[in-house]
């Protein structure tokens, strides 16, 4: 009884809040270090394959954390050039390319004082890379055609479904910002390690269509 309460509390506190689904011991600890993480300004590395839900932790650890009333600012760095997801990331001042008709102000300054989640981290070009690296050492940015520093404070949380430390060893991800990235890492184990839960999240999902149809829920 007394861990069937457990459960729910866990469900109730994390899951019904965060949208996070599982009450199976994995992510049971998953949730205990959400929680542990959250307060701190520590630079989390969220790892899980496609579809586990990684931005769903990031998000969670975001709105657990003092920052919860700042922005999250989300950006797939594995659905842009390098130099669109540059000017995305950074910015840029009107003229310093072509097509830049105005002052674009970029994600990192977008999420001041709250978190910036760079999702498929592992699909950043090197030359993003670094200057990524230089934002975390820093805490300061300089936009695309410009020379001034600007001061940023925001929280980054990194995700991907590759192995980084491989793509390190065969020199396609930078060791240097590997480190600053895996502060914390977090795992989120795939929905074939923890089949019991399928029942759960097909009601989550079948009340979520029901309240959009608005039907009740069967």
């Known amino acids: 009884e ?13 899951g019904e809040t965060y949208g996070l689904v599982g009450e199976s011991a994995a992510m049971r600890e998953l949730y205990r270090k959400i929680r542990k993480v959250a307060p701190n300004d520590t630079t989390v590395l969220v790892l899980g394959e496609s579809g586990t839900g990684k931005e769903l932790v990031a998000r969670a650890l975001h709105r657990a954390s003092p920052r919860s009333e700042k922005p999250f600012v989300a950006i797939n760095c594995a659905t842009l050039t390098e130099n669109l ?3 995305e990331l950074f910015g840029h001042e009107k003229g310093s390319f072509t097509g830049a008709t105005a ?3 970029g994600h990192i300054e977008n999420a001041q004082g709250g978190t910036l989640f760079l999702d498929e981290v592992g699909d950043m070009p090197l030359t993003t890379q670094v200057k990524i690296l230089r934002v975390l050492e820093q805490r300061e940015i300089t936009r695309v055609g ?12 990194a995700a991907t479904n590759q192995d980084l430390q491989k793509m390190v060893a065969e020199g396609r991800f930078r060791e240097d910002l590997y480190y600053r990235l895996s502060g914390v890492v977090l795992r989120i184990p795939p929905l074939r390690e923890r089949r019991r839960e ?16 608005g039907r009740p829920a069967i």
Do not use: H, M
């Open 2 to 14: 007394w861990l069937e309460g457990e459960n729910r509390r866990l469900r109730d506190d994390l």
């Open 198 to 213: 399928i029942p759960l999240l097909a009601e989550r999902f079948a009340g979520e269509a029901a309240a959009t149809a």
């Open 103 to 105: 002052r674009k102000i």
């Open 85 to 87: 997801l540059e000017s």
């Open 146 to 157: 410009s020379s001034a520093l600007v001061p940023v404070d925001i929280r980054v949380i």
